[in-house]
């Protein structure tokens, strides 16, 4: 038995995401691994030790008992009290227990992904403890570790990658949250149509339709005359939707044209982590 065909772009995406995290942090210096990232209240050090964590619990390894400070500003829900415990509790390795540690964790992950004949509806543990398809799981930590590598790239001044495997993951998992944002959060009025239009490495024109009964789909065929067009480059849209930066922040990088009030309530509600 080998992988699932469903499971193998999954797979493949992680693995260049992880190669390309440890090359960027291998030579680093101790200050280094304390640069700030664009994921909010994480370091070069919190990352990494978020990607590790992660990779673990998808190896089925035990969560660390440990108690988080009442100091950390930028927890406040139970989901990123979750994440916060494998980050935590790696605060103050040094480099080398870092990268060591990695290694070792990318090591065990390639070995499991080698051995992997489950089915992709298989339930798995996901965050929180709530179970969720092995597929589902495969195909978030795929996005999740390109987004942390674009975090590090960033915090480290070496862009790319902005079309590798992980960037496909990542689009086509953004997209799959259009409706909720156009529809039920910025709540764009019934019988409408807003479109996206994305340039860049990663390119795409999308449409999500509001139908008469306030419901949204995402659809691939333009729009004659939409109610708000929004036009922005793919890694401008990646942060957005990330919550790495603000609508404010790279207001110069997006274009809009229509109903300005609904495309502000779009950008205000673009953000689709947690």
Same mark, same amino acid.
């Given at each position: 038995?080998?992988?699932?065909?469903?499971?193998?772009?999954?797979?493949?995406?992680?693995?260049?995401?992880?190669?390309? $995290?440890?090359?960027?942090?291998?030579?680093?210096?101790?200050?280094?691994?304390?640069?700030?990232?664009?994921?909010?209240?994480?370091?070069?050090?919190?990352?990494?030790?978020?990607?590790?964590?992660?990779?673990?619990?998808?190896?089925?390894?035990?969560?660390?008992?440990?108690?988080?400070?009442?100091?950390?500003?930028?927890?406040?829900?139970?989901?990123?009290?979750?994440?916060?415990?494998?980050?935590?509790?790696?605060?103050?390795?040094?480099?080398?227990?870092?990268?060591?540690?990695?290694?070792?964790?990318? $090591?065990?992950?390639?070995?499991?992904?080698?051995?992997?004949?489950?089915?992709?509806?298989?339930?798995?543990?996901?965050?929180?403890?709530?179970?969720?398809?092995?597929?589902?799981?495969?195909?978030?930590?795929?996005?999740?570790?390109?987004?942390?590598?674009?975090?590090?790239?960033?915090?480290?001044?070496?862009?790319?990658?902005?079309?590798?495997?992980?960037?496909?993951?990542?689009?086509?998992?953004?997209?799959?949250?259009?409706?909720?944002?156009?529809?039920?959060?910025?709540?764009?009025?019934?019988?409408?149509?807003?479109?996206?239009?994305?340039?860049?490495?990663?390119?795409?024109?999308?449409?999500?339709?509001?139908?008469?009964?306030?419901?949204?789909?995402?659809?691939?065929?333009?729009?004659?005359?939409?109610?708000?067009?929004?036009?922005?480059?793919?890694?401008?849209?990646?942060?957005?939707?990330?919550?790495?930066?603000?609508?404010?922040?790279?207001?110069?990088?997006?274009?809009?044209?229509?109903?300005?009030?609904?495309?502000?309530?779009?950008?205000?509600?673009?953000?689709?982590?947690?």
């Amino acid at each position: 038995m080998s992988l699932h065909p469903t499971l193998q772009p999954y797979a493949d995406a992680w693995a260049h995401s992880v190669e390309a $995290i440890s090359e960027l942090v291998q030579p680093l210096v101790e200050g280094d691994w304390n640069r700030r990232t664009p994921c909010p209240g994480w370091s070069v050090r919190d990352v990494v030790s978020h990607v590790i964590g992660m990779d673990c619990e998808m190896l089925g390894d035990p969560r660390p008992i440990h108690t988080l400070p009442r100091d950390l500003f930028h927890v406040t829900t139970a989901h990123q009290r979750y994440m916060e415990m494998q980050v935590d509790v790696r605060r103050h390795h040094t480099a080398p227990e870092m990268t060591s540690e990695l290694e070792y964790t990318i $090591i065990r992950r390639n070995r499991q992904l080698r051995n992997e004949s489950r089915d992709p509806g298989t339930k798995v543990r996901g965050p929180l403890g709530v179970e969720i398809t092995l597929e589902e799981a495969m195909r978030y930590r795929a996005f999740d570790i390109w987004v942390h590598e674009q975090d590090l790239r960033t915090a480290l001044g070496r862009p790319g990658n902005l079309d590798s495997p992980g960037a496909h993951v990542t689009r086509d998992y953004l997209l799959d949250a259009l409706p909720e944002v156009v529809a039920t959060r910025a709540e764009a009025p019934r019988s409408s149509a807003i479109v996206f239009d994305v340039h860049g490495p990663v390119e795409f024109l999308r449409t999500v339709r509001v139908d008469i009964k306030g419901r949204g789909t995402l659809e691939t065929t333009p729009a004659l005359g939409p109610v708000v067009s929004l036009s922005l480059d793919w890694e401008t849209y990646v942060r957005l939707a990330c919550g790495r930066v603000s609508p404010e922040a790279v207001a110069d990088r997006v274009k809009t044209e229509g109903d300005q009030d609904l495309a502000a309530a779009i950008l205000k509600n673009f953000v689709v982590t947690k």
